[in-house]
């Protein structure tokens, strides 16, 4: 592995990541995850894709261009599902399949991992005029574990789809103990700005407080469910 040495632009988005907490209700990373990622390996276009035991891709977004942001638009799968790193230019194969689907790609970097039983996430960065080299892999699979955590997150459809990415952020930092200044802090907003996330969010929910939130959240304010599975919700 060639060794890593990082400008302070990407030293800051590393920490960016790591700070950075999965979107309950959502197996996609984030707009701002795929923004920082692009700032550790550069790249024309990032995405990531929801892929279900069919290989149909049900969810996906991508940002285009830097900057620019276009939401993908789902649609069926050509290949199977790819699982740890895929270099394309590696892959002559896999790579001529690839490009067929993306005219004008070069070369192309993939990584995915599973989402549930049978779900599969996976993130692209797509190049147009040069070729990804070796410390860009390397990067990519420094990544990885921080990439993983991002993009496990199961789908949650107790949550009410009115829920914004910005709220489920939120209420994922309420879920983990933090005060709204805390929460502010780490989202770069204003405290004013949390309040307002939350009171929108519990009218969306039908609650009045952090801890009908939280258990909504988790699945744990539903009637009839036995203590084993109140506990495995709650794993």
Same mark, same amino acid.
């Given at each position: 592995?060639?060794?890593?040495?990082?400008?302070?632009?990407?030293?800051?988005?590393?920490?960016?990541?790591?700070?950075?907490?999965?979107?309950?209700?959502?197996?996609?990373?984030?707009?701002?995850?795929?923004?920082?990622?692009?700032?550790?390996?550069?790249?024309?276009?990032?995405?990531?894709?929801?892929?279900?035991?069919?290989?149909?891709?049900?969810?996906?977004?991508?940002?285009?261009?830097?900057? @620019?942001?276009?939401? +993908?638009?789902?649609?069926? =799968?050509? $290949?199977?599902?790819?699982?740890?790193?895929?270099? %394309? /230019?590696?892959?002559?194969?896999?790579?001529?399949?690839?490009?067929?689907?993306?005219?004008?790609?070069?070369? @192309?970097?993939?990584? +995915?991992?599973?989402?549930? =039983?049978? $779900?599969?996430?996976?993130?692209?960065?797509?190049? %147009? /005029?040069?070729?990804?080299?070796?410390?860009?892999?390397?990067?990519?699979?420094?990544?990885?574990?921080?990439?993983?955590?991002?993009?496990?997150?199961?789908?949650?459809?107790?949550?009410?789809?009115?829920?914004?990415?910005?709220?489920?952020?939120?209420?994922?930092?309420?879920?983990?103990?933090?005060?709204?200044?805390?929460?502010?802090?780490?989202?770069?907003?204003?405290?004013?700005?949390?309040?307002?996330?939350?009171?929108?969010?519990?009218?969306?929910?039908?609650?009045?407080?952090?801890?009908?939130?939280?258990?909504?959240?988790?699945?744990?304010?539903?009637?009839?469910?036995?203590?084993?599975?109140?506990?495995?919700?709650?794993?």
């Amino acid at each position: 592995m060639p060794r890593l040495d990082l400008t302070d632009r990407e030293q800051w988005a590393l920490r960016d990541l790591l700070a950075t907490e999965p979107c309950p209700g959502s197996p996609l990373p984030t707009r701002h995850v795929l923004e920082l990622l692009s700032v550790l390996i550069p790249a024309d276009e990032v995405g990531a894709v929801y892929q279900d035991s069919t290989c149909t891709v049900t969810d996906g977004i991508r940002l285009v261009g830097m900057p @620019g942001v276009a939401r +993908g638009r789902p649609r069926p =799968a050509r $290949g199977p599902h790819y699982l740890g790193i895929t270099h %394309w /230019s590696a892959h002559p194969l896999a790579t001529r399949s690839r490009l067929g689907d993306s005219p004008g790609m070069q070369d @192309g970097l993939c990584i +995915g991992f599973r989402n549930g =039983a049978d $779900g599969v996430v996976q993130i692209a960065l797509e190049r %147009w /005029s040069s070729p990804f080299d070796d410390r860009d892999v390397a990067v990519l699979q420094m990544l990885a574990p921080l990439l993983a955590r991002l993009s496990r997150e199961r789908l949650t459809p107790q949550l009410p789809t009115s829920l914004t990415t910005q709220e489920r952020r939120v209420l994922s930092h309420v879920a983990a103990g933090r005060s709204n200044a805390e929460i502010a802090e780490a989202l770069f907003v204003a405290p004013s700005t949390v309040r307002k996330h939350l009171e929108n969010t519990y009218r969306k929910l039908g609650v009045t407080n952090r801890v009908a939130a939280v258990a909504r959240l988790q699945g744990r304010d539903l009637p009839d469910i036995d203590l084993r599975e109140r506990l495995s919700r709650l794993n």
